[in-house]
């Protein structure tokens, strides 16, 4: 970054609220974040709602709330240190810029150009350039505006709008040439202005302002010194750079991220994966921000392995653009999964309660059925094997409710093991297993294996399968003290009952 050309550096996010807040998104605000933290600088929010028919205010604040349960925050854009003409209007509550609000000092932006010839009126009507275009598709040429009001005469242009003949204003690119830029992840860019499509629109007929102006004008007035998005900008950093020169503004730096990509090599998007393209999904299943928060910077940033866990201050504080990915990142819900279990074991009682009973259905604050004593030891009994807390009930749901085994596999499992269930019966019977104790059903279970010569899963299989219908879970002696004599014996003479019926 040249001194000359900003005196601080200030990133942005720019998000516009016509769907819900992407994974991508996210992402991207946290490189942007990062690097201004980094640098000591400032990370700026801009909501970009000028696309008055599919912005909608849900979406807003679906935005706003994912940035917010993320911990993602953003900075003043106010400055005593703006350039001569940046006027930061459309400030709202929260050091949000909405774009919406700016609309007349994009229009002021736009007859600026108009008058200094570097925009002009376009009067070509929509069957005029479907007709051209038709005759490129014959000649198999690519489709592009082939700039033919670029030198419409005065009195033409004076006599359409005599007539009333609606426009839309394009920006003058001028003669061919190469729009250069050094990109600060995929280095020394170059695309030609004959490879934009045509001058483009930057003004539809109704009046509306497109976005490539918007935000360039809307950047200036933020001083935006950096500017990190996806790589699918690219073409649009070329026609915001055109702009940029032709209002006379310094240039931000640029740094096209790579995009998320599924492993099937598809574009990580809503239309194709549904909701798993969107971070409030993430949320409805139990992920901790700080777990997403992680796994989105390590998608392409130091991604050999399953990192560190880190804070934003933290990743902050080693972050290096030069050591981001040019390649595509993938989606990972592995590894997503591998965050997320990691910061619910690092979790305390309190919070593990509170985000479990959030998501299950059994009033673990309040059910009568155990003390409160007794559903610590369960939840943190479960604590480390939870992937998110939406899963708690698949993990505890066989202290509340009885279940049935059906799965042909876990039958065979407790058929070969319809002795260690007879004999666990005998020594229940014979009060040989004192369930206040949580090593006593363990130690019977071994000294059961001691008499069949059984050990590992062929013995401690069966039993869990029986008393709890899984074949995971928490210590099996913590189990059967939970449940406690009634319900093992009852769930033990259950199974013996099938087994015995289906042989």
């Known amino acids: 970054m040249s001194e000359s050309r900003f005196k601080k550096v200030r990133t942005r996010i720019a998000p516009s609220p016509t769907g819900n807040l992407h994974l991508g998104t996210v992402r991207t605000a946290l490189y942007n ?128 709008e005599s007539e009333g003949k609606p426009f839309v204003v394009r920006l003058n690119l001028g003669a061919d040439r190469d729009i250069l830029w050094n990109d600060l992840i995929r280095g020394e860019m170059s695309i030609n202005t004959k490879d934009l499509g045509g001058d483009p629109v930057i003004q539809k007929s109704s009046g509306q302002v497109l976005y490539n102006f918007a935000v360039v004008v809307d950047d200036f007035a933020m001083q935006i010194s950096h500017i990190f998005r996806g790589e699918d900008h690219l073409s649009n950093t070329a026609k915001q750079i055109a702009i940029y020169e032709a209002l006379g503004f310094s240039v931000p730096e640029f740094g096209h991220l790579p995009l998320i990509f599924t492993k099937d090599k598809q574009k990580l998007s809503k239309r194709k994966h549904g909701d798993i393209a969107s971070v409030d999904t993430y949320k409805k299943q139990g992920y901790l921000p700080e777990a997403l928060v992680n796994y989105l910077v390590g998608t392409s940033y ?169 074949t995971s879970g928490p210590d099996i002696g913590l189990i059967a003290h939970l449940l406690g004599e009634e319900k093992i014996k009852e769930r033990l003479k259950k199974i013996q009952d099938k087994l015995t019926n289906t042989v």
Not at 110 to 136: P, V
Not at 321 to 345: F, H, M
Request: with cysteine.
């Open 302 to 470: 130091n991604d050999e392995e399953l990192g560190e866990l880190f804070s934003i201050e933290e990743a902050a504080d080693e972050f290096d653009i030069e050591a981001v990915s040019k390649s595509p990142a993938i989606y990972d819900i592995k590894k997503l999964n591998w965050y997320n279990r990691e910061y619910i074991s690092k979790l305390d009682y309190a919070d593990i309660l509170n985000n479990c009973a959030e998501f299950s259905k059994f009033s673990l604050k309040t059910t009568d059925k155990y003390s409160q004593d007794q559903i610590e030891a369960m939840l943190k009994g479960i604590q480390d094997s939870l992937d998110k807390f939406d899963e708690v009930d698949i993990h505890i749901d066989y202290f509340f409710e009885d279940f049935s085994v059906v799965e042909d596999k876990i039958l065979k499992t407790l058929e070969d093991g319809k002795i260690i269930v007879e004999k666990l019966l005998i020594l229940i019977d014979a009060d040989g297993i004192n369930f206040a104790d949580p090593v006593s059903f363990k130690n019977a279970l071994n000294s059961v294996g001691k008499i069949l010569e059984l050990n590992g899963k062929k013995l401690f299989m069966p039993a869990r399968i029986a008393i709890s219908g899984k």
């Open 33 to 160: 974040l990062l690097f201004a933290r980094y640098h000591g600088g400032d990370f700026l929010f801009r909501l970009e709602d000028t696309d008055k028919e599919r912005s909608k205010e849900e979406f807003t604040n679906e935005i706003l709330d994912g940035f917010k349960w993320l911990n993602i925050s953003w900075d003043d854009p106010s400055s005593e240190d703006a350039p001569e003409g940046a006027e930061m209007t459309g400030l709202s509550e929260g050091h949000i810029v909405k774009q919406s609000v700016r609309e007349a000092i994009h229009k002021k932006y736009i007859t600026k150009l108009l008058s200094e010839g570097k925009a002009y009126k376009c009067f070509a009507s929509k069957e005029e350039l479907d007709e051209m275009r038709a005759k490129q598709q014959a000649n198999k040429e690519i489709p592009r505006y082939d700039n033919r009001s670029r030198n419409l005469s005065e009195a033409d242009q004076a006599k359409f």
